[in-house]
């Protein structure tokens, strides 16, 4: 038997988008896998949507909470119901190419390293690609996703076999790299596939685009999540804004 991918799946009044995602994950070549989708309080037929394509596929999960209560607390729900052998994240509006798990098992096995990532191609909402591809490094270390998040939430790929299930902070941005650093700090480097393998979908008003609204997330991060003291956080402060330039520039 192979082994089983748990995707997780934050929504929130995605109807717009959510039915591609899913497709994206049932086009995928490598098919051991369940999606474990967490409803974090939508108000339009996102659940609808979701239930429909329930019936006809059984890998796919719905868990829905009550209240709406931030990505943190709904991809958090999502890794405590995981019982697969690897962990991956895919947002509602993200694509997957249908080779991307297969070619993350295929890194973790060539490698030995328990921690994949992807090169992404990125577009606007109607999926033009407005943007340039944005190539990932080969190799991040614990320092390095702190000067910029390289690993987008759309291709982090785990092996929680070997490194186990952790959580995100739950905090209201930033929690994805809580958790990229959870890791790090116990292995040397995740490593990069540099080929692109998903769309991350750009949404106008986009909170990630816009550095300076983010600027007061960053900093509380560093100073109250990883504890780092005001001159290592202005170090790497002074290294995620210029790159965060660089990265949308094009």
């Known amino acids: 038997m192979s082994e089983t991918v748990s995707i997780i799946t934050p929504t929130f009044n995605s109807a717009k988008y959510i039915a591609e995602t899913i497709q994206s994950v049932q086009k995928q070549t490598y098919s051991n896998w369940e999606m474990i989708i967490v409803d974090d309080g939508s108000?339009?037929?996102?659940?609808?949507?979701?239930?429909?394509?329930?019936?006809?596929?059984?890998?796919i999960h719905l868990i829905q909470l009550h209240k709406n209560s931030g990505p943190a607390k709904a991809r958090n729900e999502g890794i405590e119901k995981a019982q697969g052998d690897y962990m991956t994240f895919l947002d509602a509006d993200d694509i997957w190419f249908?080779?991307?798990?297969?070619?993350?098992?295929?890194?973790?096995?060539?490698?030995?390293?328990?921690?994949?990532?992807?090169?992404?191609?990125?577009?606007?909402?109607?999926?033009?690609?407005?943007?340039?591809?944005?190539?990932?490094?080969?190799?991040?270390?614990?320092?390095?996703?702190?000067?910029?998040?390289?690993?987008?939430?759309?291709?982090?790929?785990?092996?929680?076999?070997?490194?186990?299930?952790?959580?995100?902070?739950?905090?209201?941005?930033?929690?994805?790299?809580?958790?990229?650093?959870?890791?790090?700090?116990?292995i040397?480097?995740?490593?990069?596939?540099?080929?692109?393998?998903?769309?991350?979908?750009?949404?106008?008003?986009?909170?990630?685009?816009?550095?300076?609204?983010?600027?007061?997330?960053?900093?509380?991060?560093?100073?109250?999540?990883e504890k780092l003291t005001i001159v290592q956080s202005i170090y790497y402060m002074a290294h995620w804004m210029y790159r965060g330039f660089m990265k949308y520039r094009n």
């Not at 108000?43 to 890998?59: A, L, P, W």
């Not at 249908?98 to 096995?109: E, N």
């Not at 008003?205 to 550095?211: A, E, G, T, Y």
């Open 188 to 225: 040397p480097f995740a490593y990069g596939i540099q080929e692109p393998k998903a769309i991350y979908r750009i949404r106008e008003n986009s909170l990630s685009r816009n550095k300076s609204k983010l600027l007061k997330y960053q900093w509380q991060f560093y100073r109250e999540v």
């Open 43 to 59: 108000k339009d037929t996102t659940v609808g949507i979701i239930q429909n394509f329930m019936e006809d596929d059984h890998r």
């Open 98 to 186: 249908p080779d991307f798990i297969a070619s993350s098992i295929q890194a973790i096995r060539q490698t030995g390293i328990h921690f994949v990532f992807s090169s992404y191609k990125r577009s606007n909402e109607n999926l033009e690609f407005v943007y340039s591809d944005f190539i990932v490094p080969q190799k991040v270390t614990y320092t390095d996703i702190l000067k910029t998040n390289s690993i987008s939430c759309l291709t982090a790929f785990v092996d929680i076999r070997t490194l186990g299930k952790k959580t995100m902070p739950e905090i209201f941005k930033r929690q994805d790299m809580g958790l990229w650093l959870k890791y790090l700090k116990e």
